[in-house]
Structures are given as structure tokens and as C-alpha cells.
């Protein structure tokens, strides 16, 4: 029997999405005002996902203190107040999309659960925009 334990986070970020290798025209018809050089900001809300086996001895899939540790030093400190472009080198060549800001937050905590539970993550960049990804290739 598999359970699924939910752990909601959230932290706010700019961004500017932009193409280096193209024009400013192209950027601005393909971005917007997404792409405005002065960057804008976005409240994140993030949705953790972790699914396995309940262990008989605690209860748990995993320890929801654990968790959230986990969120605020891997996502939280790395990202919360931060100009997503210039701060976070993940994004120094990356355009941080909801989509790309995914897998990178996905990637840093994979490697940090248990490779015995599955994860998954929900990104909203908005309250109606938002990105699911548990790392399919
Ligand atoms: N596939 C993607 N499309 C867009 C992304 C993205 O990350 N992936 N990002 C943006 C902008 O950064 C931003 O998210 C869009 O802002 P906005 O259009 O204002 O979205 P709202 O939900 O606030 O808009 P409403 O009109 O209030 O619904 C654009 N596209
Ligand atoms: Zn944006």
C-alpha cells in the first residue's frame, strides 16, 4: 500500500524570462512583458509530494519535520527574496520558466529522499498558472 504526504512551501522571486540569443524584439514578442529587462516578481507556491510504503515502526512515509527541513535549506534559502536570473546559478544560462524552476527544485531534492519513494512537484507561479513535474524524462 502506497500514501502520498503533502508538504506546501512557498517563497517570492524575480525573474525575467529572456532569450540571450536572440533580439530584444523577438524577446519581447515572444515573452511580454515577461521579458521586461527591469525583471517582476512572482509568489511561488510549492507542493511536495513524496509517496511509498508506510513504515510499520513510525507510521510514517517519511518525517514531515524532515521534509520541511529539507524545502527551507534546499528551496526556500536558495531562492526566497532572490532575483532568480542573477542570484541563482542554475539560472545564469537557464530562462527561469515555471516549467525549468520544476526540474531544478525537483533534481535538488531527489537527490536528498530516499531513492525508495517517489516524488513529485506542483509549481504555482501564479494562482493560475502552475507546473506539475516527478521527473520523467
Ligand atoms: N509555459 C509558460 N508560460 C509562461 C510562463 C512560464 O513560466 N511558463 N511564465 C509567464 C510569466 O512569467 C507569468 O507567469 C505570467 O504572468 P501573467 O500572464 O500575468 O499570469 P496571471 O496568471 O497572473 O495572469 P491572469 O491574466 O491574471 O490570469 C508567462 N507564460
Ligand atoms: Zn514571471
Redesign the pocket.
Known amino acids: 500500500m502506497k500514501v502520498t504526504v503533502n508538504r506546501k512551501a512557498h517563497f517570492n522571486a524575480a ?1 525575467r ?1 529572456y532569450n540571450a540569443d536572440w533580439t530584444d524584439a523577438r524577446n519581447a514578442i515572444v515573452f511580454g512583458k ?1 521579458a521586461n529587462p527591469n525583471y517582476h516578481g ?1 509568489n511561488y507556491e510549492l507542493i511536495v509530494s513524496v509517496k511509498g510504503e508506510i513504515y510499520p515502526e513510525t507510521g510514517f512515509v517519511m518525517d514531515m519535520k524532515v521534509l520541511k527541513q529539507l524545502i527551507e535549506t534546499e528551496i526556500e534559502e536558495q531562492f526566497d527574496h532572490k532575483n532568480l536570473n542573477e542570484e541563482v546559478p542554475e539560472f545564469e544560462i537557464l530562462n527561469p ?3 525549468n524552476i520544476s526540474v531544478i527544485i525537483w533534481n535538488k531534492l531527489r537527490s536528498k529522499i530516499d531513492a525508495n519513494l517517489e516524488l513529485s512537484i506542483t509549481l504555482y ?5 502552475f507546473v506539475t513535474y516527478s521527473g520523467e524524462q
Request: charged share 25%.
Open positions: 525573474h524570462l515577461c512572482h520558466t515555471a516549467e507561479e501564479t494562482p493560475r498558472n
